[in-house]
Each structure stands twice: as structure tokens, then as C-alpha cells.
């Protein structure tokens, strides 16, 4: 199930031309399974109207402290009470200035201010009132009373000034809600996950390299199910076409041995390994520094290969870490799955068929421990690592948690 699935969310909009992208925000929120419940401040109504807030979500859109849908005298408290958590998206400088003087003169200052639930603030406004040092002064008031707040991205505004001051994108700031809900209540909060993802590059030259077929799609969507759960993850990746999920650390890296001092760096102080990157078993021996050229009297090359460390079982000896390996085949695949979990010293391993899965969108999986076998029937990769991760959760709290 998702995480945002039945949460009760309050969205607050003010007024700012950036409002127009939290409209995706509320749409995307609500097909999660939330009920999001949108107040719109009166500066926030003159960018966009209610009517929009209403269409996209299916629920009435609150404007007013005084004509709220509840019966009785707390009505206009209850908003804050049953919240799950509450974004203000955009924060402007003055709704920033009033929650920070603890105003209550609006339904959203009246919610924030009788709420206990996390809120998550997206400030957006002209790059000088963001530098500004009475809102900079604010916001550090804000971030000592537990508000999370949202750094603004930098580039070109409606104005025609370029700055520090946007409203990131709502695929940012539904990751950053969904970090925020994890760290509340999730099963994995207080815990660093290191995920590896995509393929590994060993360049032949400046232009060729040795590669696989590796999409990075099951990392990725492991790496946002573990933010999902509360964790600090850490997203190791090669190359790939994908957009790194948001509110994880990003390290690209290209070939196996960058791969292997990053999975090394960011494991000295993590919980989980999940190492799901088809990592290259073979590097040239050597790359030259300019292109190999085809020459008219050759009918061919030869390519000395030499063997490239084994990531995961470099880190057996780490008793401390929990490690999850996967093992791509394309025969036998139990029997070189299980003899892997041996070899390499792993909690579990993860098996699937090399020419089924990999580079496609859905995945059959079966995990293998020390107690048995475990199939999970084919499905969209997002969806198998919802369940993955809801195994590995089990194991790791069964060893952690006898």
C-alpha cells in the first residue's frame, strides 16, 4: 500500500504566481490515495481558484475561518487536529513572517498554529525578499520550533530576475512530504539504507565502454520505498536515463571501482545495504587515452579483460551491516542465487531471470535467506519494490529485534 495512501494532508496555497505548479501537487497527492484538504489563503485565490483545487481533489477547498463544512465551536482547529502533516506550498514571505510571529487572523495560520502533526514549508518569492534578513530570521525561528523547511531552487523568476527563490517542482516536493511522513512514522526511521542502482561503464577508450542492459528502474523504486519508510538513504547509480527520486543523496559514479569506494564511503555509518546495480564482473585491462581506430587490413581485436572486485562481499566481515544482494541469472537460478547468499556472507538475496527483467518494467522476483525460499510473482518494479522492501523490513527488525 502507499505510504500516502488514506493520510489525511492539509495543503495550504498562498499568493504567489508558483501556486499554478501546486495544483499538479494536489492532483498527484490525491491519485496517491490522500485526502487533501486545500486551504487556500485570499492572496493564494487570485493565482488559483478554488474551483481548480476542487476539480483535483475532490474535496471543498476552505478559504474561509468562519464558513467551515464542521459543526461546533472547535471547527476551525479540527483541520490542524486530524492532519497526518501539512505542506504550505508556496510559502510566501509575509504567510512566512505570520507563522513565525504565531498569528492565528486566517484559517492556515489558525491550523498551523493548532496543529501537531509535521509541517513542511516551500518558500517562493522574489530572490531579494528570500536574502531578505528578516525572512531568513524566520525561518531559523521556524526550523528551531520543528518546521521542515524546503530549500527554493535557483534560476529565472515570473519577473524576469534570476535568483534563489523558485518553487521546486511538485515531484520534489511530494518526495520531500513523503520523507517528512517516513521520518515521522516510518519503520525504518533513524536508519541510513545505501542503495546501489543502474549498470557500471569500463571504458575500452575516450568514446567505447564495456556495459549491460541495466535500466536502474528496481533501485530507484527501492530507494524511494526505503525514504518512504523513514530511512536516510543514500542512492549509489550508474548511468542511467532516470530522474533520481527526490529527498535521497545522489552519488553518480561510472565504472565499478567508483562504484566500489562510494558503496565502501557511505556504508562506515549505514544500516542496510541493498546492492541492486548490475555491477560489470569484467574491465578492460587497460583504456587508452584516444579512440581506437579501425584499421583496413584488420578483421578484428583482441580485448584483455582482468576481474573486477566483488562489492558486496568486500563487506562481509561488516556483521553490523544488513545485506541484500540480487542475483540476475539466466539458468539455474535458485541453485546460483543460494550459493551466492553463501559465498558473499548476505541476510538475503534477491533472485530474477537476467533476460526476463532486466531493462523491462516489471520484474518476478524471489527472495532467498537462511530459512527458505520466498516467490514473488511478476509485477511493475515499482510495485515489486514495495514488497521487497516490506520483506527486507521483517528480516532486518527480526535480526535487530530477536
Known amino acids: 500500500m502507499d505510504l500516502l495512501s488514506g493520510k489525511r494532508l492539509v495543503l495550504g496555497v498562498c499568493g504567489s504566481i508558483a501556486a499554478y505548479k501546486v495544483a ?98 516551500a518558500p517562493a518569492m522574489n530572490p531579494l525578499m528570500y536574502a531578505h534578513p528578516a525572512t531568513q530570521s524566520n525561518l531559523a525561528t521556524l526550523r528551531e520550533r520543528g518546521y521542515t523547511i524546503l530549500e527554493p531552487g535557483e534560476g529565472r523568476m515570473a519577473e524576469h530576475v534570476a535568483g534563489k527563490g523558485r518553487l521546486p517542482e511538485p515531484f520534489t516536493l511530494e518526495g520531500e512530504l513523503r520523507a517528512l511522513l517516513g521520518r515521522t512514522s516510518g519503520p525504518l526511521r533513524g536508519r541510513h539504507v545505501v542503495v546501489s542502482a543502474g549498470g557500471t561503464r569500463e571504458p575500452i577508450d575516450p568514446v567505447r565502454y564495456l556495459g549491460n542492459r541495466s535500466s536502474g528502474q528496481m533501485g530507484y523504486a527501492l530507494a524511494a520505498q526505503a525514504r518512504d519508510c523513514g530511512a536516510q538513504v543514500t542512492l549509489i547509480s550508474g548511468p542511467t536515463a532516470l530522474t533520481p527520486p527526490a529527498a535521497v543523496a545522489f552519488v553518480p559514479v561510472e565504472t565499478t571501482l567508483q562504484m566500489q569506494a562510494a558503496v565502501t564511503q ?130 532486518f527488525q527480526r535480526r535487530v529485534l530477536p
Open 266 to 395: 557511505a556504508c562506515r555509518q549505514a544500516d542496510i545495504l541493498i546492492m541492486n546495480a548490475a555491477v560489470a564482473d569484467f574491465r578492460p585491462a587497460t583504456a587508452t587515452e584516444t579512440k581506437i581506430k579501425k584499421q583496413p587490413d584488420t578483421q578484428g581485436m583482441t580485448l584483455e579483460l582482468v576481474t573486477n572486485p566483488d562489492i558486496i562481499a568486500g563487506l562481509a566481515t561488516r556483521r553490523d551491516l544488513f545485506k541484500v544482494g540480487f542475483a540476475a541469472e539466466t539458468n539455474d537460478l535458485i541453485a546460483h542465487a543460494q550459493c551466492k547468499l553463501e559465498r558473499k556472507g548476505l541476510d538475503l538475496i534477491v533472485a530474477n531471470d537476467a533476460v526476463a527483467s532486466i531493462g523491462q518494467p516489471e520484474i518476478a522476483l524471489t527472495l532467498i535467506d537462511h530459512t527458505g525460499t520466498q516467490p514473488l510473482e511478476r509485477r511493475p518494479k515499482a510495485e515489486a519494490a514495495a514488497m521487497l522492501m516490506a520483506a527486507l523490513i521483517e528480516r
Open 24 to 121: 499538479q501537487l494536489a492532483r498527484d497527492l490525491t491519485l496517491a490515495g490522500a485526502l487533501v484538504d486545500v486551504v487556500l489563503t485570499e492572496a493564494g485565490a487570485r493565482f488559483v481558484g478554488p474551483a481548480t483545487f476542487q476539480a483535483l481533489t475532490g474535496r471543498p477547498v476552505l478559504t474561509n475561518l468562519w464558513a467551515l463544512p464542521e459543526d461546533g465551536v472547535v471547527g476551525h482547529i479540527s483541520l490542524g487536529d486530524q492532519a497526518d502533516a501539512l505542506i504550505v506550498a508556496p510559502a510566501t514571505a509575509n504567510t512566512i513572517a505570520r507563522i513565525a510571529a504565531g498569528m492565528s487572523d486566517d484559517l492556515l495560520t489558525t491550523t498551523l498554529l493548532a496543529t501537531r502533526a509535521p509541517v513542511l514549508l
